[in-house]
């Protein structure tokens, strides 16, 4: 496990890692997001022992992390850092064997890389005449040709096409599987909620919401769900511990109007009900009480995105609050 416990750092006045706790376990995909200028580079530094914090420890495996401990971790570091001139598959064996890997090892782990990236073709050309996105690519195999045993990743995802997302993810995937801990920063939220078991959101340089996306949307809000039913509004009147947050028909009244401004009689009714149930409420009778009141169209239970839960907490001056799906205000 990595472990990072009240970490600081300051450039000179600024404070750009304040204090910082999070915790990484081995298997588990991090996903590390925040705004510009949050502290995520600087954090990944810290923990690749490439600067140094001014308080506070970075723990491996329960002991202070060391030199041997971080030759084995994979980066990516923001700056980058192939050598341009290096062709593609040295450059992979060189890195490899600067990290301790046998040479025929280091040329295997190399092409089985290579050929995961789709580069295989290009194992022989030199970095420098690589498109932006395949440099990327390398700086991934790079990362990885060592076999880690934690990564360490400042955004492998950004310059990408789809089809290296999703070879990235796949290859990250497979490692997690194998018990290693992925620690990313990211600012695709899409691509983190599909693909980490936990994220943590700074701000400031403090980590201001951490958890399992899962627990951050249910974490403190009540369950909200939608109900369109073929029923007039003010079906959920009066149920036990439900609260009735939006009441409508589908198209607004006013679709009902005559030319007179009275409302047609025999068009049939359409509305969305959005309801916050209180703890121990069966969602079960509350679907039942809408099956009563004509036919159920859509009953489900609606959760914010990490995207929604992202500008909630970077928007609060302090602690996170409620945040309410978009599909409430839809
Ligand atoms: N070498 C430096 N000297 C002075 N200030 C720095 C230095 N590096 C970073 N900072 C400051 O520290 C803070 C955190 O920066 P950092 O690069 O860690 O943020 P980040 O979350 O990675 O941002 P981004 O998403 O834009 O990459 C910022 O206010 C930044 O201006």
């Not at 050929?115 to 295989?120: I, K």
């Not at 036990?240 to 947050?245: L, S």
């Not at 009480?289 to 907490?313: D, I, N, S």
Request: charged content about 25%.
């Amino acid at each position: 496990m990595l472990e990072l416990r009240g970490v600081t750092k300051r450039y000179g006045d600024r404070v750009a890692v304040d204090n910082l706790s999070m915790s990484v376990r081995p298997g588990q995909m991090f996903g590390f997001v925040g705004t510009n200028g949050a502290g995520k580079t600087t954090t990944m530094r810290i923990l690749m022992g490439v600067l140094q914090q001014d308080a506070g420890v970075v723990l491996w495996e329960g002991r202070p992390a060391g030199p041997a401990d971080r030759r084995r971790f994979g980066y990516m570091p923001e700056e980058r850092g192939l050598y341009p001139k290096m062709r593609v598959k040295d450059q992979l064996v060189y890195l490899a064997r600067l990290r301790g890997v046998p040479a025929a090892e280091a040329a295997a782990s190399a092409d089985r890389l290579l050929a995961e990236f789709g580069l295989a073709e290009r194992a022989r050309d030199r970095v420098d005449e690589l498109s932006l996105g395949n440099q990327q690519r390398v700086q991934l195999a790079a990362a990885l040709v060592h076999d880690p045993t934690f990564l360490v990743l400042d955004e492998p995802f950004s310059g990408l096409d789809p089809v290296g997302v999703d070879a990235l993810a796949h290859s990250l995937q497979e490692r997690v599987r194998r018990g290693v801990g992925v620690l990313f920063s990211s600012h695709q939220l899409d691509l983190v909620e599909r693909l980490c078991d936990a994220v943590g959101i700074i701000r400031a340089g403090k980590i201001i919401a951490s958890g399992s996306v899962e627990d951050l949307r249910s974490r403190g809000r009540p369950r909200t769900y939608r109900v369109v039913v073929g029923a007039r509004p003010g079906w959920a009147a009066g149920l036990t511990g439900v609260r009735v947050v939006r009441d409508e028909t589908e198209n607004g009244d006013v679709a009902r109007l005559d030319g007179a401004g009275a409302l047609r009689s025999g068009d049939p009714w359409t509305t969305v009900t959005i309801l916050e149930l209180a703890d121990g409420v069966d969602d079960q009778l509350v679907l039942d009480a809408a099956r009563t009141a004509g036919p159920v169209r859509e009953f489900r239970r609606v959760t914010p995105t990490l995207t929604e839960l992202f500008r909630e907490a970077v928007s609060q001056p302090s602690s996170p609050a409620t945040v309410t799906p978009s599909e409430v205000h839809a």
